[in-house]
Each structure stands twice: as structure tokens, then as C-alpha cells.
């Protein structure tokens, strides 16, 4: 039986012959690259070949330490190879959408191209590549899936400080049930 490695070294060689078949699929792997557009090629690859429609993705420790969200119970990783490491090993990736906020989650800054800015882009891409045959071609971030990903995780977002909210609501009655001299009682009489 392959080991994990090998699974994932045959993934990028199918999928790198692939997306290279033909500019319709060369396309649509740009366009799914484009959401991850600070990774290497390789894991864009990999990325690519095992969810397509991955909108932000990072290893769960810097999920936790650098915007507060921790990775969805049962999730299952993005695997790609691990260059920092001294022999071949991989590490996983999770997207936005394997995530759910906690109380001291921060912002993710996804990446997308104001609608205002349009018409200058086109100008500057034209100037540079010539006439564009199909100008919508050049938007990646403006697809469905990208839009119900966003409206996810405002949704996610909402429905997790809802659960905050109750939560030290929930404790804060708790203390005031039990006299906890702690919480202050502004109340007359």
C-alpha cells in the first residue's frame, strides 16, 4: 500500500499534467490559484487538485495564533509538501470554511478586486497584453462559490458571537446566582 506521501506525490504529478491539457483548464486552475495567491506553486497544486474551491487556507496553528479561529472538529486537511522539513514529509492546510471563530478572533483579509478599480485594471492589463478577448475571464474572485463562501463565513461569524454572547451570559448568571461578590449589583432596593 502507497504511503501518504506517495498518494500525494502521484496527486501532484496527475494534476500538473492536468491542468495543462488545455487553456480552458489552465484557467480554471489560475482562478483557484488566485484565492491562495502567496503560496508556491506546488501547493497551489495541491490545493487545486484536492479542493478547487478552497477561498483561504493556512496550517491550524496559524489559523489559532494569528486571526483567533480554530479548525471545525472531523475537518480533513489540505496535504502538501513540506519544504522546511530535512526529508520529504507533509503538512496540511485547512480552508476558512473548516474554521469557526472564537472569542478573540480577528479579521481575515480576503483578497478581491473593488468593483470601482475594474475599469483601470482592464485599461492597465490592455495597455500592457493588448486587446482582452473576454474581460470578465480576469476576475477569479468574483464566482459564485467565492460569494457563498464569503456569505458563510459572515454567517459562521454571526451565529459564533451569538454563542460567545450567551455563553458568558450564561456565567455571568451563574455568579450572580451564587453571590459572587465579584459582579457588581446596581440595583435598588
Do not use: C
Request: charged fraction near 30%.
Amino acid at each position: 500500500m502507497p504511503s501518504k506521501l506517495q498518494i500525494i506525490k502521484d496527486a501532484y504529478n496527475y494534476q500538473l499534467e492536468h491542468v495543462t491539457q488545455s487553456p480552458a483548464e489552465w484557467t480554471t486552475f489560475l482562478r483557484a490559484a488566485a484565492r491562495n495567491y502567496k503560496l508556491p506553486f506546488d501547493e497551489q497544486l495541491l490545493v487545486y487538485a484536492q479542493r478547487p474551491d478552497a477561498t483561504a487556507v493556512l496550517e491550524i496553528e496559524r489559523w489559532n495564533e494569528l486571526f483567533g479561529r480554530w479548525v471545525n472538529a472531523g475537518s480533513t486537511g489540505i496535504a502538501v509538501f513540506d519544504r522546511t522539513a530535512a526529508r520529504p514529509r507533509l503538512k496540511y492546510y485547512f480552508d476558512i470554511l473548516d474554521t469557526h471563530e472564537s472569542l478573540f478572533t480577528q479579521p481575515v483579509p480576503l483578497w478581491e478586486v473593488q468593483p470601482e478599480y475594474e475599469p483601470g485594471i482592464i485599461e492597465a492589463l490592455e495597455n500592457s497584453f493588448g486587446e482582452l478577448a473576454e474581460k470578465e475571464t480576469y476576475y477569479p474572485l468574483r464566482s459564485a462559490r467565492d460569494a457563498e463562501a464569503r456569505q458563510a463565513y459572515k454567517k459562521e461569524r454571526e451565529r459564533q458571537r451569538t454563542l460567545d454572547a450567551v455563553y458568558i451570559l450564561d456565567i455571568m448568571r451563574e455568579r450572580w446566582e451564587n453571590d459572587d461578590p465579584r459582579i457588581p449589583r446596581n440595583i435598588s432596593g
